[in-house]
């Protein structure tokens, strides 16, 4: 079983920046995939960025150029630096890891984040 915890929801105005961390803990496949997920209200939840143990990157089209993901793979952790943030990134955000072929999917508890305008 593997546990995620999130840090670094909040406010914070249109243009302005934002970093998410997400620290995984427990029995952790070496190979595995690591990202971040969004749903805002009314809305499917929806991939924002992942990035697997090899440190191959994957963004949505509407973050590419303003979020980057990172990842420390001897702490667990992701990363998600969010800059020129816009009131559609209005979301809650949650932290996955997935185990490839064996179809395993963790999740965070997810952190709100608010772009105002």
């Known amino acids: 079983q593997v546990h995620l915890v999130e840090s670094g929801g909040g406010l914070v105005q249109a243009g302005g920046s934002l970093g998410l961390s997400c620290a995984a803990s427990?029995?952790?496949?070496?190979?595995?995939?690591m990202g971040w997920h969004r749903q805002a209200p009314g809305k499917r939840r929806e991939l924002v960025a992942r990035i697997t143990s090899g440190g191959v990157t994957n963004y949505a089209d509407s973050v590419k150029g303003r979020f980057t993901i990172s990842r420390d793979s001897a702490k667990n952790t992701v990363y998600l630096q969010m800059n020129s943030l816009k009131p559609e990134d209005t979301a809650v955000y949650y932290c996955?890891?997935?185990?490839?072929?064996?179809?395993?999917?963790?999740w965070g508890q997810g952190s709100q984040v608010t772009v105002s305008s």
């Open positions: 427990g029995s952790i496949v070496s190979t595995n995939v």
């Open positions: 996955n890891l997935n185990v490839p072929h064996y179809a395993i999917d963790y």
